[in-house]
């Protein structure tokens, strides 16, 4: 039975990609009868089942129907397609795990019916959905986005806990946390009364005669002035009255709050302080990762290097995420300007940079959690020998030009971000240069190192031996200062956007000078890339070129 379920997650998803990527473009790793082989992109598996799917910004078109019918989801993230059609109804019963979808930014219409108390999150934003949303029964969802599609009608009481952000660019729709149904319709009325239409003007007008409308209106105008003077008095009274009931009554309620704060013992308040302390800041992608769950999930150790050790994390629902465990050495303060540098981080989101879902800064731990890469880094692939790691694949010329391409865009998009103060990487090197699902460099683990208590010390630099000296010789480097730009190595400059292009020109140089690449075809490709390592390279810091130049010139080897 096992079997044949597992087999029908498969056809499911290759149904689905029959509609969702027509020209094989995006998903040409789906092939086979085994998704949970580990191949296939954006598809996560527990005990061989499907239970996530993450493909966002990878213009899938066509239905999503086919996925509601893996009956393992947890998980589905399509934001940023192109699909179309509509949902289908969904149930306990044909999606009971079902914890958290996510579809914004496509053209997905017709009505939203979603009953699952297993959902902790809904998010359909900027899509064309419409009618009302008595349909949505979501007893559990925490994290909730409706806004700007077509509905209309009244939120349902249920919903109304959520922020007008939520509902807002919803033409129709009315009720708390929106503007109620009832004040939009009177307001029609009352424009309605005010606003006679000429004709029935003419004809109030015709059917008097003046002299007795003037009798009339000064009588009538008598009594609605004293009518008036009398409401606006009795106003006053109850508004006075009501002013010095709600004053005593939060003075009194103040009091108690106050005398209750006393009360509590030091240490519960210090307890209470360290639970906010040790909870999880979660961004975009991450809201649904729990400290607790996090040190619960099996884990299995990467790495270690200078700035913490990284490890590899099998979650509850079967998501992988990396987490970095920051050395209390190198990081043993509890700095407002940390967070304000992983809010920053966390909200960097490109397809070439790994994503920050979330974070811990507490006095004794601090974790940073990441999209884990599955294929390993560039060092893996680099210097099986030096390293002691890897996978024993060589690299071929054009996946080389690739990897340099993807790190480069990821370099150049960081330091184009904007922010306060231009950003910078700070540690670059092959470590940081990771390989995602199709095989694309991803840049990982920026904006930390300037937080290192000995930040000079943990610079990039190269065990001995290691960068061959072919990058040596044409970085014109006598010395041995790895990854590191020659105006760092005194110890008193901060790093800057120059300096990561020194970095990655190493990086650069280290992969096109490589012995093992065999290709004579390349070898004209080669000189040209050895130049623009050079240029990066360059001893003054104002020679070097920016990122995006960085870019440019590698996209003419492409
Ligand atoms: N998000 C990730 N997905 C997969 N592997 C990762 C991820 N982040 C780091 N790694 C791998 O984990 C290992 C340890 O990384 P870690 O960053 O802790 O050390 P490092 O890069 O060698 O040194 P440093 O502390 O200076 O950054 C490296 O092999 C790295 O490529």
Redesign the pocket.
């Known amino acids: 039975h096992e079997h044949a379920l597992r087999g029908r997650d498969a056809h499911l998803l290759l149904y689905f990609k029959a509609s969702a990527d027509p020209c094989n473009a995006v998903l040409r790793s789906w092939e086979g009868h085994d998704p949970c082989s580990g191949s296939w992109i954006g598809v996560t598996c527990y005990r061989s089942r499907v239970v996530g799917l993450r493909l966002d910004h990878a213009s899938l078109t066509g239905s999503v129907t086919p996925l509601f019918g893996l009956t393992r989801l947890r998980v589905l993230s399509l934001r940023r397609n192109n699909l179309t059609g509509s949902l289908p109804h969904l149930t306990t019963l044909n999606n009971p795990r079902l914890r958290r979808l996510s579809l914004s930014h496509n053209k997905l219409r017709g009505t939203l019916n979603v009953s699952l108390p297993s959902l902790v999150s809904l998010r359909v934003e900027h899509n064309q959905f419409s009618g009302g949303v008595e349909g949505l029964r979501l007893p559990n969802v925490s994290d909730f986005n409706v806004s700007s599609n077509q509905l209309s009608g009244q939120v349902t009481d249920l919903l109304s806990k959520f922020p007008a952000s939520a509902f807002e660019g919803n033409q129709g729709l009315c009720g708390s946390p929106l503007p109620g149904c009832g004040e939009v319709s009177r307001l029609s009325d009352d424009t309605t009364a005010v606003s006679p239409s000429p004709a029935s003007l003419q004809s109030a007008t015709d059917s008097s005669s003046p002299r007795s409308s003037t009798k009339v209106g000064f009588t009538a105008l008598l009594a609605i002035g004293i009518s008036d003077l009398l409401v606006i008095a009795i106003g006053l009274v109850v508004i006075v009255g009501m002013y010095l009931w709600l004053r005593k009554k939060l003075i009194t309620s103040l009091n108690g709050a106050a005398a209750s704060i006393r009360e509590l013992e030091p240490d519960q308040l210090q307890r209470e302080e360290k639970e906010k302390d040790r909870s999880l800041i979660c961004f975009e992608g991450g809201e649904d990762l729990r400290l607790d769950c996090l040190l619960k999930s099996s884990a299995e150790v990467?790495?270690?290097?200078?700035?913490?050790?990284?490890y590899?994390a099998v979650l509850e629902d079967g998501i992988i995420v990396?987490v970095?465990r920051l050395s209390a050495v190198q990081f043993p303060s509890h700095c407002k300007a940390f967070d304000r540098q992983m809010h920053l981080i966390g909200r960097v989101r490109h397809p070439r940079v790994?994503s920050l879902r979330a974070y811990c800064n507490a006095h004794e731990e601090k974790l940073l959690v990441?999209?884990?890469?599955?294929n390993?880094?560039l060092?893996?692939l680099l210097h099986l020998s030096c390293a002691g790691?890897g996978s024993g694949r060589t690299l071929d010329w054009i996946s080389r030009k690739q990897i340099l391409m993807g790190a480069a865009e990821g370099i150049a998009f960081i330091h184009a971000f904007p922010a306060r103060s231009p950003l910078v990487h700070a540690?670059i090197?092959p470590?940081?240069i990771?390989i995602d699902e199709q095989g694309n460099a991803c840049i990982?683990?920026w904006g930390i190192?300037r937080f290192a208590s000995n930040f000079h010390q943990?610079m990039?630099h190269y065990p001995s031996g290691c960068l061959s000296d072919g990058a040596m010789f044409a970085a014109g480097t006598t010395t041995r200062l790895g990854y590191r730009a020659p105006e760092l190595v005194n110890g008193k400059e901060q790093p800057t956007q120059e300096s990561d292009v020194y970095s990655f020109g190493m990086v650069l140089l280290e992969v096109v000078t490589d012995k093992e690449i065999d290709d004579a075809e390349s070898e004209g490709e080669v000189m040209g890339m050895v130049k623009i390592g050079m240029m990066c390279t360059a001893e003054c810091p104002e020679e070097r070129p920016k990122a995006n130049q960085v870019v440019r010139m590698l996209s003419d080897f492409l």
């Open positions: 990467l790495g270690k290097g200078l700035s913490g050790s990284t590899r990396a970095k790994v990441y999209d884990f890469m599955p390993g880094s060092l893996s790691e540690n090197k470590s940081n990771l990982a683990e190192m943990a990039p």
